[in-house]
Every structure is written in C-alpha cells, then in structure tokens.
C-alpha cells in the first residue's frame, strides 16, 4: 500500500476475548474504517489499556491503523479491563493466553488472517513468550527491549541479586498498578465486579522472588527458548538499556527471518529517547508488510543488523553487518600487571592484590531504570574506580571499536567471608582522567560452575572465576586508556554482600588474570542497509518529571540512590491518571547487612459517574526479608487494604 493512503480510524473499546478456561481479556481495536479485511497487528501488556500504556501507546497505534492495520492493544488476564486473576510475573501461561487471543483475532471479519505482534519492553517479551507457542496465524514479531530470560537479564545477573531496579523502581509500582481497577467503567458494572474479584487473590509480583535466588525451575520455567521460535522476528534494543545482552543474545538462536536494530538508547521507544532519537515506526511497518501482508519490498534482502557505535562521530556511528556476533572480530587480550596496570602480555611472576569490598561502590554506574525515565546515563566512573582493583592500560595507539560481549577471566581467592559479587567494570578513560563505563558484568562467586547450585568455596583457595560482560559496541579513540575495575559491589544495581568480603586477585605467571574484548576492525566497503533518520514528528510536552537523586551521608559514610516519577496521564478514553512514586536504596559502608529498598506509590484517578479512587502502596525490602502493604480507597471510603510479608 503506497505510503501516501491514508485511512481514517474507528475505535472499539473494551472487546472482550474469550479464553479457553472462560477468562476473557479485554482489548481496544483501532482500525481502518472501510469494509476490509486487514492485516492485525497485537500488543500485549500488564500495563493497561486504558490508563499508562493505552497513552503510551496513541501515536504508535494510530499510526498503523491508519496505515492499513487492524492495532489491538490488549490487557494480561487479572489486569486492566480483563478478567480473572494475574499470573504471576513472566508465567508461561502469559504466552498461552497472547497465543489464544491472537488465534481470536485472526477469526474475526475485519481480520484477513494474519497477525503481527510487537512490544515495548514487557510487551516484548509477551511477544517472544506468545511466539514460543507457535500460534498459526502468527506471521511476524518485534519485541523491543525485552527479555528471553527475565533471570539472567534483569533478576540476578550472574547470580547476583538486583535491588533498586527490580525491587523499586519496577516491584514497588507495580505492587499499585495491579491493585487499580479498570479505568474504562461500563454502566452495566463489569468493571466493579472484575476488580473485586482479584483484590484479595492477587499476589505482588516481586514476592515470590525473595526466596529463589538461585536459578531453579522457578526462573527457568519462565524463560523462553529462541531456538523455539520460527516465527519472523526483528528484534530492537539498546546498549544503555536494562536488556543490553538479552536482546542480542536472541538472535542468533532465532530460527526463521531475523533483523537486529541496536542503538545508543536507555528504556523507551527509539523514537522518544532523549538522545540519537531515530524514526523506527516505517521500519517496522517494512517488517510488518512484507512478513505479516505479503508485500515484496526488499526488507528481506538488506543488511539483518544495524548497530550504533557509541562514542563516533556522526553519521558514521550508525552501520550495518551481515550477522551477530560480528565473524571478523578478534580477541584482543589485556592483562591485570603489577601497579595497576593493564598489559599485552602477562607478567611472568606470579603476583596478588588484595581487596576488602566497599558496598557503596556503584552509583555512578547509572540508574538501570525499568520505567523509562529518560533519565540515568553512567556518570564518570573515577571516584568508583578509586574504590575499586583498577589496571589501565597505556595510551591506545590506535582507535579501537569494541562490538560485542567481553569477558574477564579473574584468579581469585575469598580471604574473609564465605561468598562475594565479582564485578568488572570496562571503562574509557579520556586524557584528562575522565573514566566513562563502556559495559560491566557480574559473577556470585558460588556460582562460578553453576547457577542453579552454589558451590561451597574454601576460604583461601585461588579459583577461576570466568565473568562474561554484556554486550556493547563502543570506540575507544587513540590516546585514550582502557581500564578495567574489579570490585565486589555495584550499588544499587546489586543487593551488596551482607558481609564486607575480601579477595585477593591474582596476576601473572599460572594464573594470569586477563580481560578479553571482541576488538572489531572496519568495513572494507560500507553496507547499505535500514535508513536511520530522525524523527519526522515533535513528541508532545510530558507531565512525567523523572527523579533520580544520588546522596551521600559523609559522617556516617552511607549512599542512597532514589528514583520515580510524578505524573499526570491523560486517559485515552478521557480524564486523567495521576501519580506520585518514589523508590529508594541505601547502604552505609560499615553495615551492608542492612541495606534496604522502600518503596511508596499512591496513584488517584477520577472516574466518570463512580468517584474519586486512591490506591496507596508502601514496600520495605531488606537483605533478610520483604514487607508490602496496600490500600484502595473510593471517595475516602476502605475498599481494600491487605499486608504481605516474606
């Protein structure tokens, strides 16, 4: 269809879908008028249709239906419009239910049969967990910075627990969106009826967590299989992200037609980011029309991956290669040496540094924000660095671009205590002593074999401990240094270790610690590929003011890092939504065992012909136990109010 044709839109609220165990999941169509079929496209989400993600969500879903697709955004079962009782977070039985919706919607007489399916963030990973099914009249997916396996990419990477992010930012706001009723009411109730029927039987989705840290059949259970997945799949995802490695970890597992678009970006839509902001809409529209209508249009035939090379000048930071991992990158091998250093070759003695962990080291990392703040880049890196093990090397003769996942190989023994975080940090440290972190990765030390069963360690005893560094694509400029930072702490990233451990870290001789980059030469001939411009449209002034606020007690030598929003959501079908959240974490250098994430919500909205409704959530998470509590009121009357401990 010429890009030129335009269809005017008509608007169908809260449909109902019904399930096979008698749920019914509620969805807004937005389609073209005019006899049809069309095409379907599906997003699915906790979110809600009809407050934060329905607004989200306008421009994207006009922009299809006026385009020739039918654009349904649907609410997971128990959640928004729809009916019954949530799963918990990232449930296979989330798959199953996008499977069976999407078979309904291609039943239906404004549907030719085929559907696509995309997704922002869990609506990206709805849309690999719904593609894992194998539903038939799926024809394509695009899940934009989302996960496969929620545990290694966001709950504990490397076995280490995540705080601020999962607990806080993400727990704690979603312990208040799960107790909202549905935001669209109806006169006939339903909507009364289908909110009081979950209050008392939902259950917040950061309480289980507390008791699996390890990687067990919990955790694997809801992770998704790529090699599963057949269906067309052009996978968006950005290094700054909180999904860095999980995104492209995917593709080369994928097993039919598969794109790989990777930016500079943190979380949100490659359109909205505050920076190297690039129109993505008409390429995914390519992806839709060729897999999902039919159309011969070349998307098939062009380079599959983009990337941008964070830290290159202009235009040329954006290229496109034939596969992931990129096949002409080579190791490129530095060694931990004496005095801090970071060297070509390993010295021949064998010689150790010893650490004691400072459990207020990484705030400058940035903030790893799930809810899309805008906010959040890594600040420089030198103050943690002075509290870290850091080797750098010499000036770099020579540019050299690093494009894929690094990974250190550390020798070392725990001194005092019995476990610790092992934290790597790669870093670009400018003339002037700037330390700008290009990636970091992340190893529990009981781990180092398996994650699913930890290994008991001998105090004393040197180990091998093999730390894989996620993903990134980034040029270090000649005259520059690269340093690489070991610590056991990246606050509040990680839940520090209760127990200040130390470690000592050895080099050279037998057990030569090394870090490994994926250095990555250019292009004889550019490729030509996906075009990458900026957005043709202004996105409208936001009501959202992010907080992010780093803080530090001197006299007591602790950190707090608190994050949120105050925000003020316009309703698509009308009205407003209005929130208050703040989350935050604290760790003093002296007692770890106490750090703690709070968490505080309160969301209002005012509903047409029922009230005023207040749902007010408070979460307190330390290193030994979790408490959550709720309170729903209705024009200041108790509806509902409930406590959950661990």
């Given at each position: ?177 799960n ?5 669209n ?42 090699a ?17 490695e ?32 690039i ?7 390519r ?6 209508r ?102 770099l ?9 690094a ?23 400018d ?38 560094l ?49 250095a ?76 703690s ?50």
């Amino acid at each position: 269809m010429p890009e030129e044709v335009r269809h005017e839109i008509v608007i169908e609220r809260n449909l109902l879908i019904p399930l096979k165990d008698g749920a019914s999941l509620s969805a807004d169509l937005y389609r073209p008028a005019g006899k049809g079929p069309f095409p379907a496209l599906m997003s699915f989400y906790p979110y809600h249709k009809d407050d934060m993600i329905g607004a989200s969500f306008e421009v994207s879903r006009r922009y299809f239906a006026e385009r020739g697709y039918a654009h349904l955004l649907v609410d997971f079962r128990g959640l928004g419009g729809s009916d019954g009782v949530a799963w918990e977070a990232m449930h296979r039985q989330e798959g199953v239910d996008g499977a069976q919706a999407c078979e309904w919607i291609a039943r239906q007489s404004w549907c030719d049969g085929n559907v696509g399916m995309w997704g922002l963030s869990y609506g990206g990973i709805s849309s690999l967990k719904v593609a894992a099914e194998n539903p038939p009249h799926l024809k394509a997916i695009v899940p934009i910075q989302g996960s496969a396996n929620i545990y290694f990419d966001y709950i504990a990477p490397g076995g280490c627990r995540t705080a601020l992010g999962s607990y806080g930012a993400w727990g704690s706001f979603m312990l208040a969106m799960n107790l909202m009723p549905p935001t669209n009411t109806h006169a006939d109730g339903r909507w009364y009826r289908v909110w009081m029927d979950r209050l008392e039987q939902s259950v917040p989705y950061v309480l289980p967590w507390f008791d699996r840290p390890d990687y067990d059949e919990y955790w694997s259970s809801k992770a998704v299989d790529p090699a599963t997945i057949s269906t067309p799949t052009f996978i968006i995802g950005g290094w700054r992200d909180i999904f860095p490695e999980g995104m492209p970890a995917l593709y080369p597992h994928l097993k039919g037609p598969k794109k790989l678009l990777m930016g500079p970006w943190m979380h949100g839509l490659p359109d909205g980011s505050p920076y190297e902001a690039i129109e993505f809409l008409p390429e995914m529209k390519r992806w839709f029309d060729h897999y999902v209508r039919g159309e011969k249009n070349g998307i098939d035939q062009d380079p599959p991956v983009t990337i941008h090379v964070q830290n290159s000048r202009g235009a040329s930071a954006w290229r496109h290669e034939r596969e992931w991992p990129i096949a002409r990158a080579k190791a490129h091998t530095l060694f931990l040496g004496s005095n801090g250093t970071l060297r070509p070759s390993a010295d021949r003695e064998e010689q150790g540094e010893n650490y004691r962990a400072d459990p207020t080291v990484g705030t400058a990392a940035g903030l790893w924000d799930p809810t899309g703040l805008g906010v959040g880049l890594p600040q420089d890196q030198s103050d943690d660095d002075l509290k870290s093990l850091a080797f750098t090397s010499e000036p770099l003769s020579e540019d050299i671009e690093i494009t894929g996942a690094a990974s250190a190989l550390i020798h070392a023994a725990i001194t005092a205590g019995e476990d610790a975080n092992l934290v790597a940090k790669l870093c670009d440290v400018d003339p002037d002593g700037g330390s700008a972190l290009i990636t970091s990765g992340w190893l529990k030390a009981s781990h180092r074999t398996s994650h699913a069963r930890r290994e008991k360690l001998r105090n004393g005893e040197a180990y091998e401990f093999k730390i894989p560094l996620w993903s990134t694509s980034y040029r270090v400029p000649k005259g520059h240094q690269i340093r690489l930072s070991v610590s056991c702490s990246d606050f509040p990233h990680l839940w520090p270790d209760r127990h200040k451990p130390e470690i000592r870290v050895f080099f050279g001789g037998k057990r030569a610690s090394s870090i490994s980059l994926p250095a990555v030469p250019a292009l004889k001939e550019p490729l030509r590929g996906m075009e990458i411009r900026p957005p043709t449209a202004i996105p409208a002034p936001s009501a959202m003011r992010p907080v992010w606020k780093i803080e530090r007690d001197l006299v007591a030598n602790a950190v707090s890092v608190t994050t949120g929003q105050t925000n003020s959501i316009p309703l698509p079908q009308g009205g407003r939504m209005n929130i208050e959240h703040t989350a935050m974490a604290k760790v003093s250098e002296a007692r770890p065992d106490t750090a703690s994430v709070h968490g505080d919500t309160t969301m209002k909205i005012d509903l047409h012909n029922v009230g005023s409704i207040k749902v007010h959530t408070q979460s307190w998470v330390t290193q030994t136990g979790l408490s959550l509590s709720g309170r729903v009121t209705m024009d200041d009357k108790l509806i509902f109010e409930k406590r959950w401990t661990r």
